[in-house]
Structure formats: C-alpha cells, structure tokens
C-alpha cells in the first residue's frame, strides 16, 4: 500500500496543471461572464459556444492532452482509471476544461460504450469525430414519466421492425443536448421485455437529427441552463434507424450499462473534488481578505472549524474514489459495486457541504455568478440525483454489506 | 398559554386561503411557466409583470385582503405580528401572491418605516401609494465591497451640503429593483461618522430616477434572476436628495432598522414556513404517485423517515416563530432579540432540509420549473445571508445567553 | 394564542424553584456522590436510599407540592398537562428531585393507571400508598426475548384460572425495580390472542413477593446502574395473581397504555428539557472560567455557536413539548398522536446534542461523575429507546402525515 | 499508489486473526461478564485481571505476536505504522485484546518514548520489562485544574534540586493507572518556564510508590471504570526522582510528545475503526435475526441506509487513517501534522456514529452489557476528549490549511 501517483500520472498532472496555468485559469472568470452573455435564455437553438474553446481544444490535442479518460494506448494515452483520476480533478476546478482536454461528459462515457462494445463501423462513424473532437453526443436514459431510479421502470420502446429498430417515448435530463456541435444521442429503452429483468433493454445510437426525434426544451437546474451545454427533453417518436446503430445487440443495455458508470461515477466524483478544492480555496482567500468586528471573516466564530471541516471531507472523499479507481483497474467494475455506489453518495454529499460553507463566507457574492459557486451547488445537488439518486446506491452497498452476513 | 389563532386571525386566514383557492392556486404553475417567458433574460429593462397580477391585486383591495401585514386598524387591518403570521405563511406558499396582497418584501418593511417614522410628507408622497399598491420600492443596505455582516462596515456616504443630502456608495442584493413600477430606494449610509457607533448612520428615500443613481445589474441567485422582481445593484454617485427625505433625522439609521427587522423577520419566516409545507405536500403527492422497485417512493427505505423529519422540523419553527411574533407584540422587538435572531437561523436552515428532501423525491423533476421546488431551494439558501448571515444571529442568540450568567 | 404560563402554574413553579434552592441545589452534588458511595455495584439488594430523601419527601407534602402531575383536585392540585409541564422541566435539572415530589417515574404513569382505570379495591390497595409516597412500582412491558419496539410482539402470556390470572415471561428495563420501597409491578402480556390485534393483552397489578416472580439483575446502562432506582430483569413463572388485579378487564391492555403514555411522554420530556437547560448553564459557567490559548473557552472557535444552537434546540423543543400538552389537555390523547411522537423523537435528540457540547466544554471532568453531564447523556441515550425507539415514533407521525392526502 | 497492504502486514494480520479466533473470540464475552464480577466497584485497590490473561499473554509471546506496534526489527517485529494499522483494527474488536499483544496504550506510546529517547539505563530498568509484559505504566498529562487542551496551560512543576527533580501537582485521565501491574508513570510538567513556548515542559518516569505520589481515585467515564484499567488522578506533593529518571534532559517535553503522539494516534484510530467494524456486523446480525411489523428489523425504514451510512463513514476514516500511517512513514510526523489531527477528529467521530445505530437496532441490550456496544460508545466519546479535543485538531487542521494561502 502506498499513497504515491505513478510516475505517468504525476507528469500528466504537472503537464494539465501547466496547461491550466497558462491557457485557462487566466479566462476562467470571463468565460463564464461572456458565456452568459452570449447564451442569455434558454432557447438553445442559439446557444453558441465561447469563441476560444475552439483554439484551445486544438491546442491541448497538439500538447497530447486529449482523450487522457480513454485506457487505450493508441486513442487515448494509456493512463488507467486510477491514474486519470488526479487529472480529472484538475480539469474539475473549471467546468468549461473538460471540454478542452475532450473529456467532458457524457462523451466520454460514449466513448467508452463505443470503445469497449462498439462495431467497428460504430467506431469509425461516431467515435472517430468524438475522439477528434468534432462532434458531441448524448445519453438518453432518464425519463419524465417514471420514477427512473428504478432502471427496470424505463418505458421507452425500442421495436425491430425488418433492418431497422423503431424508437419510441420521451428522455429528459440529457446533459449536452444543447450544444451547437451534438450530433447523436446513445437511446436506451426497452425491446425484449420476455428476457430476464436484466437483458430487456438495448441501446441504440441515433443521429439527432433523425425524423421523430423532438427537442423539446432546456431544463433548467437550480435556474441555470448550464449553456451551451444543457440538459434536455427528447421526445421520440416513430423514430427508426437501422439495426446498424443498436450496440452489440438487442437485450445488452444493462451489460453495457454496468461497464460505462464505473468510470464514468470515477470521472464524475473526481471533479466534483475538484470543485471542492476550488471552493475551498476561494473560501479561505474570501475569508483572508474581508473583515468584520474587527478581524478578517476566517478568524471568526466556527469559521475555521469548518476549513477543517472541508479539508477533512474532501480529503476523504478523494481517498475512497481513488481507492474505488484502483479496485476497477484491479478487479474489474462487478467487484468494484460498494466501492462505485459508496462514492456517488459520498461525493456530491461532501462537494454540497464545501460549497454551501465557501458561498456563506462569500455572503450574497456567493451565490451570484461573480463565482462559480453557486453553479458549483448546483452541479452538487444534480449529482444526487443523477445516474442513480443516493438513495438507490445506499441500496446498492447495504445490500452488499448485508450478503456477508447471509449465511449467518 | 394556548395554542389556538385569536378569532380575528382565524377568520382572515379563512379568508385570505378562500381567495388564494379561488384565485392563486388554479393559477399558479402557469404564471410561473409564463413569467419566464416574458422575462427570459437577466435584462430587467424588458421585465413584465404577469398579465393577470393587477387584476388581482384590485380583486384583493376589494375584498379587503390587502396590507394585512400592517397594525394599523386604518391603513392595514389591526391585526397584531401574531394574528398576521398564519396569513403570511399562507401567501408563502406561492412566492408570487404576497405581491396580490400588498404584503411583499420590501415594501412591507419600507411602509412600516414610513408608517412608524415617516414626516406627514413622506407618508403622503410614499407611504399612500405603497399601501395603494401603486408603486414599489426598493431597500439599500448591504454593499458589494465590503463584509456587510458587520452593518458598521457600511462604506456608503451620506453627506450634508446645504438643504441637501449628498450620497455615494454601492448597494447590491436590493430586492425588487427589477420590478417595473419600482420607484424609489431607502439608502442607508453613513451620515455622522462622529456619534456613537449606532448613531452613525442615517436612511435616505431616493427616487430611482435621481441623477447619479446608476441601476448596474441585476443579480442572479443560483441562476435564478427572481424576475420580474430581481435582486439588484446601484450605483450612487453625487445623487443629491432634499433632506426632507431623511427619515428621522441623521444619525437615526440604526434606531429604525431595528424596528424595520422585527416583524420583518416574523413574515420572511412565516413565508418560508408556507414554502415548507408546500414543500412537503409535494413530497407526499409526488412520492405516493410514482414507484419504483415495486412501491410507492414514499414506502421506500428511510423515505418515510424523512417525512416525519420534516413534519417536526417545521413544526417546531412553526412554534418558534409564532412565540417570537407574540414576544415582539408583548414586550416589543428589543425585548424579543434572541427569539427573533433565532428564528433567522432556525428557519431558512429548516426550509432548506424541506426541500432537499422534496426534491430528492421528485428527481430531475424537482430541479427544474416544472416544480417551484428548486426556487424554495434558492430562496431558502438566499435567506441564510439576507438580513444577517446565520453566524451573526447565532452571535446575537450566544451574547444575550452568556449575559444571563455575566455576574457569576 | 399566547405563551405565558397561568397564574396557577407561574405560582406552583414559583414554590418548587423555592423548594429546590433552598433544600435540593444546595445539597445535589452531595447527594449523587453519596449515592455512589452508598450503592458502589450492581447488587440491588443492598441498595438504600439517600439518607436524606425521607425528610425532603415530607417537607415537600408538608408544602403541599407532592402528587403535582395529578389532574385531579383533591389526589392533586387539578394541575393541567400544561399546567404541571414547566414543574417537570424544573424539576429534571436535579434526577433525584422527582422522587421528593412524589412526581417520580413510573409511578406517575401507573398511579395514571390505576386513578383512570383501577377498581376501587386496586386504588386504595395500590394508589393510595403511591400517593403517599410510601411504595414504588414498576412497569413490565418490553421483553429481553423479542424486538419490543413492536408491541405486538408481546410474548408473556396471561391466562385466566378461575379466580387467578398464571403469567410467565420476561419483562427487563423495568425501571426502578432496585429501589427498596418498589412494592409492585404492573404486568402487561398477552391474554386474549383471539381477540383483535389491539385487544388482545392486557394489565396485571403484581406484588414482587409474588411466588414465580424472579429478579435476575440490574441492568447498566452505560455503565451505569441507577442505584437506588435501577433498570431490572425479571422472570414470571407461573406466578399466579387473583383476577381482581387485573385492571380494566381482559383485553383492555393497549387501550390503557395508550392513555397512560400521553402525559408520560409530556412529562420524560419536560425533565429532559431541564437537563438540557441545566447542560447549558453548565457549559456557559466552565466555559467562562476556564481558559485556553490566552481566552475563556467559551470565546474559542464555535463555542458560542454551539452555545446558540443548544437554546435554540431547547426553545424549539419546548415549544414543541407544550403544544404537546396543550393538545392532549384541549382534545385528548388520540387527536394528539403526531404531537405526542414527534416530543419523543425530538427532545431526548435534543438533549443528547446540548450534553455532548456541555461535555465537551468540560473535557474529561464532564465525562466522570463530578457533573451529572454523563448521567444526563446516559439518560438522553436511554429515551431514544424507552416508550419506542425514534424509528417508531417517526413511522406514526409519517403515517399520519401522509393519511391526509390519502384521497387524493 | 495502490491498496494492499505488504505482504509481510497480510501475514502478520493472518497470524492475530488465527489468535483471535482460536483464543480470544471465543471468551470474549465471558470475560467482559466476569471481569464485571471481578471488579464491581471503583475501589482499584482490589481490582484484580482476568485470570486468562497472563496465560494467553505468554501464549502471544510464543507464537511472536507480541510488540508488534514497535517498528525495531529485534525487540519488535520491524513493521511500519502502515503494516501494524490492520493489526492494531484486529485487536481493537476486543477492547481486552492489545494487552494480550502487549499492544496496549497507553504502554505502547511510553515504550516508543522509552525506546527513540531513552537512556540505556532508562531502558534497561523500564522499557524491558514493559516489553516482556511484566509491568505496566501510565501517562500523566492532563491536569484537573486548567483547561488541558492548552497544553501550556499545565500547571505541574519540575524543579532541579541537585541530583533529584522535585515534581508537584495533580495529573488525571491517567489511563491505566488501576492496573494491578501498573508500576511507573512518565510526568509531564513545567521546569524551565524561562523557555521558548514549546521548551518549557519536561518528562520525568516516576515509579508509582514514590513517597509523595497518591493515587486519589479512579474515574468513571461514563459510568464505566474500565477496571482493570482504571483512569486514575493523581496527586504529586514534592515527589523526588533522581535526575537520571528525566527522559532527554529538561525542557525536552513537547519534543518527546510530539514524536509519541503520531504512531499513538494512528494506533487509538485504527483500533477505534475495528470497533466500528465489530459495532456493524452486530448490527446486522442483530437486525437480521429479530422481526418487528412482520419484516427483519434491518429491512424496516432507513435502517438499510443506515448500515450503508456506516460501511461508507467506516472506509472513509480507515483510508484517511491509513493515508496518515504511510505519511509518517515516509516523511515523519511533523510533515504529518494535518493527517494526523484529521483522523483524530473524524475516527472517534464516526465510530460514535456506527455504535449509536448499532445500539439503535439492538434495544435496550444495546444500552446493557450483554454487547461491547456501550463500552464502545463511551470509548468512542472519551476519544473526541483524550489526546486533545476535537476542537484543538480542527485548529491545527484549519491552520496549516491556511497557512497554504498565507502569501496570497
């Protein structure tokens, strides 16, 4: 056991880190002013992306800092879940990165889904241009009409109808739908409901601009439409393509499923930790420069018991994930199942708490979008409820915990 | 003791909950959905208010529903803090109908200010048609570039130049600047830097229309613009007011702030209790008509849990506010510090674990409009700040707890 | 609505603060070491009582302040729920003070008992001597052998043989069973399994001289023994006892319990409130006369948060605990369901968060027995179980809570 | 980095899990009751061991599983504080465990001083016999007249008198100190007030017959003596030890401490963690043997959610805790400082946690001593007090945290 970064990992994070540095912590604050201005409402259709992401996005694909998420040595760099974790906590510190670095969600899961169970005309066709970055995707899982922390509720339809599959029913939720550049969702639905629960549904790849398929609107979270990305309502309606675009085969959905969200929830929690450095970082130097009663706003009251707090949690935090990294590298994703479950609770739980502590020593500039505070308790909370809200992963480890004790 | 409403206030709240069934609630979700569609933007120079809100607020004059919040048994209804409380906590339910019944923050503490210290012009020029409803008006206190925790922080100036008093400063966090018929501005600053700590400051009515008075932008709370009321930022600049519009006398800001944030406190309290339990019977409805793993939502794991949580947690601020209505209408608002501090603390914190929990079993559906639920999330966490971050109240509460055991 | 107290309650808690200054505070730290010294182990037989509670017991009936809990004119002072409730918060500061008042659990539930529902054979057999203070009594209800927080689960067994009533099972936590005066005990098992679910046990008075009935031990709690009080195990044999002990009738168990528990919860929980009040005066007084780092404790870090939450907390729960009263005077026990569970979840949290922060202030003196912090944790720890773990009383008030949108 | 422990930790870990299962489990209870038997009473003089004791005592020696804490390759086994981290979570499911082991703190802490900053003579007459288990010693740090969390505040003085150090003053929490075997204390007091802050304190070994030296009493934290442990205080009246029996020469004190401090914490938090796990396999078996409402008690309301709270709370602060571990291994303690508060605070805090839902779900046996459940909770609590309160880690925490941003 030892506590140390592989040598690969630590030149990677010094080579992000560089990057940050240079290109994207001198913009940070203006991109999201100018983002926000640019992207005023929530009518997506003209939602446009921040004129330097382009740039930048050429840059760190000339510096080899792209695809860091994806193991393989020739698409991506070879880094294991593990060893990408330090940097997807980098790039977390500012929401608009990953995009840079092509390692935004839910690409990247796409890319994983494609990647691992994907035909060799599904790579070439959708995960060439994601890999280059010229196109984005989405994932359409939750739906508005079910309670989707039962993943078996899942109502939408997928029908093979001669060479082709019929889709029906509604998504929302679908985080990216309004960037200019999405060209296709990932659709999961239900097509073999005489199959056990667990082999019932597919996955299907459709372009977005396929006949029947409905951009409804923008949902907004906690007020933000988190332009120009957006989490939308898709309706699907008659909607077919070919049986080219279901992936591996009808009744794999959940097989491919399990394999996506192990690193993906990695991804996901480290740059939530991420934000929470961030904000802690941005408390404490609040907190240093602003007085009241006569003393800088840190020294007063439980101020400082809760920087602890917020070290403490996070330092934690980072430990389980990164413990829960190392055991899908080691073992695999099946046996990984308390170690995924427990950091999605225990993550947006902690970045939640940080947050709120770093907006209260803020005081009203924490919650407007001087900071990315606010946006950072917003992301908090969204990701208590997505891919599975807390209550289905507590489920998921007590049960586990409870097995060992079955035969007593 | 007991615990039964006077007669008086059970029959207005009779009344006013008759006139939110007939009127509010067949209403509500669509004047959310269509005010932000009038107002999609953070540019409150387009800001409307919803087509049917005047017609309303005249249907609410008629029947005497209006100004409720205001002792006066001519200009408002007689009706004591605590006799008013039970109706505040009615409109709280739907953030949009204090506005109907001339009961919304500020201008429900701007006219009990004028009310109690306002000159015969004053009252005439401003109290009349805030109480018609004719005009709102706004509250300026908390500046962007200092710790306005502690209120003697406060940089704004106020100076006196012949039958003028001049002012500079910044003031952010105005609530209502947005709204169209917002009119005018109390201004709070420091006019005699040479008293006594508390006798400093001075509140000065000036028209948003005055020159120098630059309206900079209006702020989002998590994303949310609050429109068409908004929470805004001015800019004062050589704005030059007759000295009839000091309020009081120089010197006097402190002497009516404390009286303004009473009863003050009591309706932000009572209307965030409204919230909750809204809140919670969204929860219930929500969570017995969806279900997962073969359930009701509200039957799984520790769900129920939750709602008993809930259920206690409001009820006990319910108390707490109610005691401190009733202490501020005995003993008056000096006297009732600590139960007036408290409830600053007790109750935002409750509203806010009310809505979590709501929102976690709406999923997705609880952070998006579809549901005022993320809205009572903002406002909640917006009230840990306003009028006094929570470590302030706690401070309050802890110094006259200590002072109870100063000679031993 | 208002909040004072009246006149008759304001004069009774007058007379008992003059009762405890001048005879109970005076002597409290004494008397809890001397008790110790007195009753060093677990072996209830040798215990005694403090040699000075037999005078103090007849000073106070000689005041007339015996028996206050009593509704009743004459066997009381006609005192209500609410009106004995700020009595019972007094007298919880000092553990042992309830036992001079004649006001000591669970002989005030019993003697409830048998004043509503015993014969007049049983209440000038049984009552009487209560009343006066010359015997004790326990109540046999929860059981080693089953989870009891399901009262259903009841496993003793009552069976009628002609003029006798045979019990056999055990009964523990039977609290004040190591007292040398406790005379009987009041047995609750199952009689009539033909019966409906809620009339199927029912009450039995038994003398603990009866043949069959073994003490086993005492049980700790935390470590601690209660002496003289004690916490007791106790197996029924085929003990046999006439059927004019059984009280009511057959059958009428839970109809009884559920009137005994109303008031009880009321006044457990009005003596915890005075435990917490007692906690936090401790805390303020160490906190203030101690100092570390160059200032008093209590000036550290989140001290005098702490301070703030704890009044909070113990105003809230007051509140909440007199409404509680209010409700069970005013409509009964049954209407006052939620209020009734929502005091026993409540309070003894309550307690149990305002100890910790006073123990903590104390360092390791408020762990030993130099301050009856740790006894009051103990005892906050031990209500979170007696009458029904939270977990209960939180599915009672969900259930209730969710019964009102049951048609919709 | 990775996450399995050295080969040589694993084979160890196999080695005390073969003892533990063969001889300790297996009269775990019994020993509790009977060592209870024992020693009814607070009365140490009489306080006698387990008879088992010494027999599995030599039975550990024999198989070499004995001073296993001690990083030396000849008088301990040559493990890092990482590789005796799980040994030391073994040993902490039973409480009576580490003395078998010669493991004991708080031994283990006065044989590490002993061994890096001993005398050869010092080691010769104290520290051999500590190692072989024929002795045992206690710690005299905390005082009861000052706040102790101020460790400058210690008011016991060390004063030269020619070839003897003259030491007056009271010490408690001595842990240990009732041992029958007990035979020296090691006494921290001031001796060279005209030093630096951190240069004023001095060590002293002072055999417990030392003319001077009385042991007043045993504490109860709790209610619980933990005989035959015991927490004793003591009073020093001009006790005289030659000068040879001051460790490292005077004004050494907080040098010496703070080297002791970090493996000792690392030891108490890892045997607090195996408490918790010892806490959570009770609860299950406890919650999945009885029924309530028709369902296994662990299937009812949030008790699911609860058993995932603590699987999750307990890997956390085993991964923060082993974190530490590798840091003192590979960059000392005082490079340590933020790992080594943290785990002092979140261990004991979230052992608190687990036990109190394990006692929870087991009643009123929870509360008793038919489980280790109480013993723990008390433990648990006395840990967020012993070796400095809560409080002052999160200072330390909080400072060096800041300290990151000083420049800023």
Redesign the interface.
């Known amino acids: 056991?030892?506590?140390?970064?592989?040598q690969k990992?630590q030149d990677y994070l010094a080579r992000v880190k560089a990057f940050m540095n240079e290109h994207i912590y001198p913009i940070e604050n203006s991109v999201y002013a100018e983002l926000h201005e640019l992207n005023?409402?929530?009518?997506w259709r003209k939602w446009k992306l921040h004129p330097q992401i382009e740039a930048l996005k050429q840059e760190a694909k000339d510096q080899g800092l792209t695809n860091l998420f994806l193991p393989d040595e020739e698409l991506g760099k070879g880094l294991t879940c593990?060893e990408y974790a330090p940097l997807a906590e980098e790039m977390g510190r500012v929401p608009f990165s990953p995009e840079i670095f092509n390692c935004n969600a839910p690409d990247t899961g796409n890319m994983e889904v494609l990647y691992h169970f994907g035909s060799e005309q599904q790579k070439q066709q959708w995960l060439t241009p994601l890999l280059n970055g010229e196109i984005r995707s989405v994932f359409g899982m939750?739906e508005?009409d079910?309670?989707?922390?039962?993943a078996t509720?899942m109502a939408a339809r997928i029908e093979l109808d001669g060479d082709q599959v019929v889709l029906n029913g509604k998504k929302?939720?679908s985080t990216g739908l309004g960037h200019p550049n999405a060209r296709f969702t990932i659709f999961m639905g239900l097509s073999n409901p005489e199959n056990d629960r667990h082999a019932q549904h597919s996955m299907v790849i459709v372009p977005l601009d396929s006949a029947g398929l409905e951009i409804k609107r923008m949902?907004?979270?906690?007020?933000?439409?988190d332009a120009p990305y957006g989490h939308g309502e898709m309706h699907f309606t008659d909607v077919r393509v070919p049986t080219e675009n279901v992936i591996m085969g009808l009744g794999k959905g959940f097989a491919i499923a399990q394999g996506r969200l192990g690193p993906g929830r990695i991804h996901h929690c480290m740059r939530a930790i991420g934000m929470a450095e961030k904000a802690?970082?941005l408390a404490?130097?609040r907190g240093?420069s602003?007085?009241?009663?006569g003393k800088p706003?840190?020294e007063?009251?439980?101020?400082?018991?809760?920087?602890?707090?917020a070290?403490?949690a996070i330092?934690?935090?980072r430990?389980?994930t990164?413990?829960a990294a190392?055991?899908i590298d080691?073992v695999g994703v099946k046996r990984a199942m308390?170690?995924i479950s427990?950091i999605k609770?225990?993550v947006p739980r902690m970045l939640e708490s940080v947050v709120?502590m770093a907006?209260?020593l803020h005081?009203?500039?924490?919650?407007?979008?001087d900071f990315p505070l606010?946006?950072f308790?917003?992301g908090a909370?969204?990701l208590?409820?997505a891919d599975g809200?807390?209550?289905v992963?507590?489920?998921?480890?007590?049960?586990l915990?409870?097995k060992?004790?079955a035969s007593?």
């Open positions: 056991m030892h506590f140390e970064h592989s990992a005023p409402t929530g009518d593990l939750t508005p079910v309670a989707s922390s039962d509720n929302w939720w949902l907004s979270a906690y007020g933000d439409y802690l970082e404490i130097i240093s602003r007085s009241a009663f706003l840190i007063l009251g439980g101020n400082k018991e809760r920087i602890a707090e070290r403490m330092d934690q935090a430990l389980l990164l413990n190392w055991k080691a308390t170690e427990a609770v225990v709120d907006i209260q005081g009203g500039a924490g919650m407007c979008n606010a946006r308790a917003a909370r969204a208590r409820l809200p807390d209550e992963h507590q489920g998921m480890v007590a049960r915990e409870l060992k004790y007593q």
